[in-house]
Structures are given as C-alpha cells and as structure tokens.
C-alpha cells in the first residue's frame, strides 16, 4: 500500500530535508522513524529537498508500507510522531493510489517568505523570519512581484546545482507573486508549477532590494527570459533560509 | 544612571531567568552581555523569576550603569543585543528614575498560557504551546476563570518554594482571567498585583480539568480562600511551562 504524508518541520535544527551521510536531515529522521516501526528499512520519496534552515507546513511524501505489516493508515501518523522528534510532524497520513509519486504527480509548489521590519527581531522570530529593520515599499513590492507572475525563463533566478545540463530547462510559471501585511512586517506569498533552486530566495531578494529602493524594477525584470548565447546575467540577491516554509504541494485531483 | 529594560525571551534553550551556578539562564546571558560592555561586573535585578521553559514578551529588569561609562541610553539595547543570543532580545532600554526598582515598583504583572488543541501540535508550536488535543468547552472555561477573580488567597495554587514563613501572605488580587479563541487553540490570560510561585500554571490546570468535563468548577473554587488552621486542600492540576507567556510587567505611572 502506497501511503502519502503531510509533513511540516522546523527547518532550525534540520540539515535540511534530503537524506546525507551526516544525517540529521528530516529525511533522516523520517527513515529512521519507519525502521523503527517496520523493522526493515522503508525508503521514503519527497515532493522535493529544502535547504538547511528551510521551514514546511505541507513537505509531502510517499512509501511503500512493506506488504507484511497489516497496519491501518490511519495509525501511521501516531506510530510516526511518537518516533519523530517535536519539531518534525507527520500532520496528515493518506492511503494514495499506486501511481502516486510526492515528486513526479505534484503539479506546483507554494512557498511563503517572511520578513520582519520591527527594529528588534523578537526572540520567538529568531530563524523563522528575515529580519530587515527598514521600511519597504508596498507599492514598488507589489510591482516588481507583479512582474514576476506568468511564464518566463529564470535561469537568472536559480543557483547552480551541479546536475544541470545543457538540456535543463529554466521555464517556469508563477500563477502567485503577491505581499501581504504581517503584524510584524511583510509575507511574500509564491506559487508556481515548479521552482529552481533557491529561485524563492532569489525572487524574494531581489523584490526587496526594489522595495527598500536600492534597485530599479525595470533592471531586475530583464533579467528574465534572457536570450540563450548570451552571456547570463545572474541575480545576486539571495535572501536567507529563515524565513522560507514550503507552504503546500499541489497534486491534480484524482491524486489529492 | 538607573536603566529600565523590557526583555523578550524563547524560555526553551534556557534554564529560567535566575541566574544560578550551572549558567544558562537569562539573568546569567545579561551579566555576561553587561560584564563584556563595561568591563566589570553589574548587577541586574529582574522583575521577577520565571521557570525553565517559561517565555517571557515583556520581562523587566534594572541596573544601573557604571559612572565611569558615559554611554547614551540608547545605545545600551543594540550593544546588549549584539552580546546576545538571538532567543534572548532587549526590546526596549530607557532611563528610569533612581528609585524605580524592576521587582518593588512593579503593581502587578500580566501572563498568557497557550492551549492548542489540534490533533497534532505542530513543529513551530514544540515548547510554546500546552498541546490538549481535545475539546474545551469554553463556558466551562469562561465559568471557572471568572470565579478565580477578585482578591483571594490563593495558598492552594502556589507550589511551595522553600522561602515561605507562617506570616507569608498567599493573599492576591486577579483583576483579570478569561479565554481567548486563537486559531489553533485557547490562550487564557491572567492579570493580577502578583502571582505565587506557580499559580498562573495551577489556575491554568484547574481550569483545563474543568473545561475537560474531568472537575466540577464548585470543587477547584472551594480551594481559594480556605480557613487557616484547617488542613490546606491542595490544587493538584499544573500545566507544563511550556505554554506560559510573561507578557508584562505593570508600574505606577510615574515610574512607568
């Protein structure tokens, strides 16, 4: 039986979600939670990797439960959460059907960006926001996050990974670029059927260099859909991890 | 100069404000911060001790700066800042005058303790939140919050702290105890001239069991205000620190 997760975790303590020969990933943690539980290594397959510090309300997942082990679904995400640490929750435990694949069937992403602009980052923000005591321009946020929306090559956008060829596509679609007011500063809301690495991080950047006045939307928006031959002109402004969550991943109906 | 300052802290990292010999609490982080700004041991007096795990938005404390140390008010929060942890934060420092004292000029003191009662408490509320995954009924909740205000003694909710004499009074006035909806759960607060050691803990647990259908409100009522000479029923019910909030520190407003 083919079962999905729901994941959220606190990116702080976490080398990020991809399994390493260091461990302490969140992928480490979720393997090592299902041998606990199936006595037999369980190979578990995210929607995707965040990075070190990386927050998530809704990572997804999928394994295979070993055919032996005749366990409701249900029961799954308690046995799971009494095995896990408190700052990684399975949230939500599904029976999916056989194709379901958390990377390959997603159809999108949502991530949300946090920024604090109060003059002191509170103690229980600490990691989990960008901390900019300054004010930022609502109106110039709103255009250069504008600008981002549709269709476009973000090749600009992403750092290297070391996988790419030179086949890779940097094609992606932003259906969402919008801010929204936080009691304690900004929230940058992207949704997209796909996005780059670090891409986020280097939207969320560059749209707050245009805020704080320090760069010209119109400069920032030709790096977009660039010709292919010509030199690259790359993005250099990356916002850290903290205040990053992968919010949601979107699956078409009959796999939800 | 006497130096009022208002501290924010995340109570999960550290052992409470108490400055002890094993290190790593809040006072204890101050000292060093101040030992390394002055260059010689000052003195901080806090508003009060909070409990290992408990967080604080709006502790107090005061201390007076060096003569030797001709240093602008303002200047003393962003150099203590930068001596400490992020989880702890001065959010505010001001000049008080000489006979404003953090803990004998205070007229009362603020607190708020977290519910969440979803079906699981998720990472980014491990440690900041009491998690009772299961309904409240909040008249029950609303009764018995109400029957705690008022003058009383509260011998009954006060774990005994090993400083007490026969003439320790446990006489305290709430002027405020009621329930808030919050989106994934309950946040009682309690405003009052003073609370005993523990008590904001013990009137949370007494108002949970309550809530939980598990106490009649008569029963945990009855234990305020007992007889003295009579044996001391006891209130039994204690909520971990982890929910608990010192939100503020309240003054006369000449001192404020």
């Given amino acids: 039986m083919r079962l999905k997760l729901t994941i959220a975790y606190d990116g702080r303590p976490y080398h990020g979600w991809q399994s390493q020969p260091g461990g302490n990933t969140v992928q480490d943690h979720l393997h090592q939670a299902l041998l606990a539980i199936a006595k037999q290594p369980v190979p578990i397959q995210g929607s995707g990797r965040t990075d070190t510090g990386v927050h998530a309300l809704g990572q997804t997942a999928h394994f295979d439960a070993p055919p032996a082990l005749t366990m409701n679904p249900c029961n799954w995400m308690p046995a799971l959460n009494t095995k896990l640490p408190a700052t990684i929750r399975v949230m939500r435990c599904e029976e999916a059907p056989p194709e379901f694949h958390a990377r390959f069937s997603a159809t999108g992403k949502t991530y949300h960006y946090d920024i604090c602009t109060e003059p ?120 850290p991890a903290d205040g990053l969550y992968l919010q949601q991943v979107h699956y078409p109906a009959n796999l939800r």
Avoid at 142 to 151: D, K, S, V
Avoid at 195 to 217: D, E, I, S
Wanted: glycine content about 8%; overall charge neutral.
């Fill in 120 to 239: 002191v980052l509170p103690p229980l923000r600490a990691g989990l926001a960008w901390h900019l005591p300054q004010a930022l321009d609502p109106a110039a946020l709103t255009e250069i996050l504008a600008r981002f929306c549709g269709p476009h090559d973000f090749h600009a956008f992403a750092a290297y990974r070391g996988n790419e060829t030179p086949d890779t596509s940097h094609h992606r679609t932003i259906l969402r670029a919008d801010a929204t007011a936080l009691t304690d500063g900004w929230r940058l809301t992207f949704s997209g059927d796909g996005f780059l690495y670090k891409m986020v991080r280097m939207l969320t950047g560059a749209a707050v260099k245009v805020a704080q006045g320090r760069a010209y939307p119109d400069d920032l928006a030709a790096l977009l859909d660039q010709s292919p031959g010509l030199p690259l002109g790359k993005c250099n402004h990356c916002a």
